[in-house]
Structures are given as structure tokens and as C-alpha cells.
T-cell receptor, first 114, second 115 residues
Framework: NAGVTQTPKFQVLKTGQSMTLQCAQD?????MSWYRQDPGMGLRLIHY???????DQGEVPNGYNVSRSTTEDFPLRLLSAAPSQTSVYFC?????????????FGSGTRLTVV | GQQVMQIPQYQHVQEGEDFTTYCNSS?????IQWYKQRPGGHPVFLIQ?????EVKKQKRLTFQFGEAKKNSSLHITATQTTDVGTYFC???????????????FGKGTKLSVKP
């Protein structure tokens, strides 16, 4: 199994450009989330989904859009990139049961906005 | 919104010394999870605690959930250089109703180990 696959691994954008960070999982997990990680700030939730067709905002949703048309894919769209969106982005997925299943994280996308 | 305080922010230890990180919440938690992130890597799930007073062990790691379910700790006995990384706790939101789709992470404790 590939687990959670994020592409690209690195990206440099100019201010105002848009792009989509891809996330795919092959574990049939219902839950998927996007986090951004900045030094000293830990992991902050951007958007999350509890199943195909269902998404909701997290702590820092402004400037980002998501959709969940399939169980496997959960892309994150940056509408108009700003330097404040320079960060490491992690996608994560989890089984929805209560058996102590944690999140499986992708390897991350390092985004720089200049 | 829901917040969890994690202390200390940084910890530097000599190899062989013990290490403890604490996670504190102002509200009662339904459960708590712990993750480890190696430098340059991604977070990796370690364990979930659910019951009041629960203690779980994984080799040199001991995880504890407080009796009031408002705090938790991760203790590493006799640290090794392989323990280097940042340790995060993560909790469901206050309105947890069975969904853990939006885990809230603490800011983490960064552990460095001097050989």
C-alpha cells in the first residue's frame, strides 16, 4: 500500500498565482484533513472531510478551498497565493472507527510563495 | 476554540537521561493521541488513550492519561539518539460527537539528545 501520497513535494509560487496540492490515499479512509506546519506553531488544521462530498473548515481556512468528490482524493486549492502561505502542508487520513486508529500523514509539500 | 497546551516547548537531554512532555486541556477530553515527527519528516501516530488514568507502554515510552481526562504525559526512559524529534499530542474538538475528523494538535515538544 502507498498510504497517503502528496504531490508535489516542493513548489515555488509567485504571489497571486493559484495551484492545487494533491492528496490521495489508498486505505479507504473516511477522514481526510489538511494541516499546515509553521515553525513554533505546530500543526494547524485548514480543512477536513469526514467522507466523500462532505467538507468543513478548520482553524485557518482563509485562502484555501477543498473538495472531496471521491473517498481517495482530497485536493487543496490555493486561490491566490500570498507569502503568508509559505509553509509545509500535510495531508492526513484516518479510519473513522473508535478503535484507536490514528492519522496517517503524507510526506508533505514544502511551499514557498515569493 | 479548543486548545491544548504542551510543555515544555524544547527539551535538551544527554543520552541516557529521561524525558517527559505534558499535554494539558482546560476541558475534559474524550481521548488523546500522541505523534512523533522526526526532523524533516512527517508526524507518525504513536498511540491513543481513552480511559481515565490509563497507562500504556511501548518499549521505553510510557503514556498516561490523567484521572480527570484533562491532561496526558509521554515519558521516555533512557533516551537514545533515535528519540530525537518533536512529540505532539492531538485531541478531538470540544463538540466531539464521535467524529475525529478534525483533530487539534498541540504545538509540540522538540527533543534533542546529545550523544
Amino acid at each position: 500500500n502507498a498510504g497517503v501520497t502528496q504531490t508535489p513535494k516542493f513548489q515555488v509560487l509567485k504571489t497571486g498565482q493559484s495551484m492545487t496540492l494533491q492528496c490521495a490515499q489508498d486505505m479507504n479512509h473516511e477522514y481526510m484533513s489538511w494541516y499546515r506546519q509553521d515553525p513554533g506553531m505546530g500543526l494547524r488544521l485548514i480543512h477536513y472531510s469526514v467522507g466523500a462530498g462532505i467538507t468543513d473548515q478548520g482553524e485557518v481556512p482563509n485562502g484555501y478551498n477543498v473538495s472531496r468528490s471521491t473517498t481517495e482524493d482530497f485536493p487543496l486549492r490555493l486561490l491566490s497565493a500570498a507569502p503568508s502561505q509559505t509553509s509545509v502542508y500535510f495531508c492526513a487520513s484516518s479510519y473513522s472507527g473508535t478503535g484507536g486508529y490514528g492519522y496517517t500523514f503524507g510526506s508533505g509539500t514544502r511551499l514557498t510563495v515569493v | 476554540g479548543q486548545q491544548v497546551m504542551q510543555i515544555p516547548q524544547y527539551q535538551h537531554v544527554q543520552e541516557g537521561e529521561d524525558f517527559t512532555t505534558y499535554c494539558n486541556s482546560s476541558t475534559t477530553l474524550s481521548n488523546i493521541q500522541w505523534y512523533k515527527q522526526r526532523p524533516g519528516g512527517h508526524p507518525v501516530f504513536l498511540i491513543q488513550l481513552v480511559k481515565s488514568g490509563e497507562v500504556k507502554k511501548q518499549k521505553r515510552l510510557t503514556f498516561q492519561f490523567g484521572e480527570a481526562k484533562k491532561n496526558s504525559s509521554l515519558h521516555i526512559t533512557a533516551t537514545q539518539t533515535t528519540d530525537v524529534g518533536t512529540y505532539f499530542c492531538a485531541v478531538p474538538p470540544m463538540n466531539y460527537g464521535g467524529s475525529q475528523g478534525n483533530l487539534i494538535f498541540g504545538k509540540g515538544t522538540k527533543l534533542s539528545v546529545k550523544p
